[in-house]
């Protein structure tokens, strides 16, 4: 009977042991130091706060991540290496998926981990990935470097230029009912509109609104089939619930159980409806881009 006890009593003392995780990165960007809300987590949906162990533990249950970064803020690189890391930690990873990648460099990439497994890593990375100047390798690298050693399958989410082109002439119709509403439709507009300072031509901007949710679906298409599970790395835009990759994983009938993060910079609210969790980081001094852009007289 004291045996039983006593087992009963050490296996409820395991059950208590608090999750742990990685160390965290140091900040980089410059900026909100001071808010309350740096490094903050948060459950949106219950607005609980979380630490980064609990946030790990939450996540490693889910068949699909999707996490969302500002392109440019180093410090979201930073934790989406901790976080690919720190999930591996928790469970087998079924895959990984970029968006930075196109399939034009799937096999390059897919070389890269053979020749990696084997004892046999690229010189140069980044030449062997012929990795794309519009994203900073010295962001990018770190995380990819890494992935490039697991075992995981590192995939492609987007779509190539000469599709994105095709797209672009032809504009083909989407199927489904959630990801192309009204609602959804105007928002992305405005956005197109506002990102590129209001000076995109009127006609032009259906076009544009294909491109962008083709390129949703296509994401929402290599997750459905990616090995599970499948973590991927976005635009902060594209992984928004409202809006774009997980209306399309509902058309694809593919969404049950996701669960999406988002890395916003302080300052940059975030909302349930967006995401399932926030992780709030230092900002970037702010920028107006529009400013820069040659005004015609």
């Known amino acids: 009977m004291r045996i039983c006890l006593l087992a009963s009593v050490l296996f409820l003392a395991a059950c208590q042991v608090p ?20 490094g903050v987590i948060r459950d949106l949906r219950t607005g609980e706060r979380l630490s980064p162990a609990q946030l790990l533990d939450r996540l490693s249950g ?78 990018y690298g770190p995380l990819v470097g890494w992935l490039v050693q697991q075992p995981a399958p590192l995939l492609s989410a987007n779509l190539d230029r000469a599709e994105i ?73 594209h992984v928004r619930r409202d809006l774009s990759v997980p209306l399309h994983l509902q058309d694809l009938e593919a969404g049950q159980g996701d669960q999406v993060v988002m890395l916003a910079e302080v300052g940059k609210p975030v909302s349930a409806q967006q995401a399932d969790y926030v992780w709030y980081t230092p900002a970037l001094p702010p920028q107006d881009h529009c400013a820069k852009i040659p005004r015609k007289q």
């Open 19 to 38: 999750s742990v995780a990685p160390p965290l990165p140091e900040w980089q960007s410059p900026e909100g130091r001071d808010s309350a809300d740096l």
């Open 62 to 139: 889910a068949p699909r991540v999707l996490v969302g970064e500002q392109h440019d803020n180093p410090d979201h690189h930073a934790l989406e290496l901790w976080l690919a890391q720190g999930l591996a930690e928790r469970r087998p990873q079924g895959s990984v998926l970029m968006e930075m990648i196109n399939p034009d460099q799937q096999q390059r990439v897919l070389r890269a981990q053979a020749a990696t497994a084997a004892g046999e890593p690229p010189a140069d990375l980044k030449e062997e990935l012929a990795w794309q100047k519009g994203w900073d390798w010295s962001l």
């Open 165 to 237: 082109m095709k797209i672009y002439k032809s504009r083909p119709k989407l199927s489904g009912k959630a990801s192309t509403g009204a609602e959804v439709r105007k928002a992305l507009q405005d956005d197109i509109r506002e990102s590129h300072c209001g000076l995109l031509p009127k006609k032009q901007i259906p076009a544009m609104l294909a491109v962008q949710q083709q390129r949703d679906r296509r994401m929402a298409e290599q997750l459905k089939k990616a090995p599970q599970p499948a973590l991927l790395f976005a635009g902060g835009f």
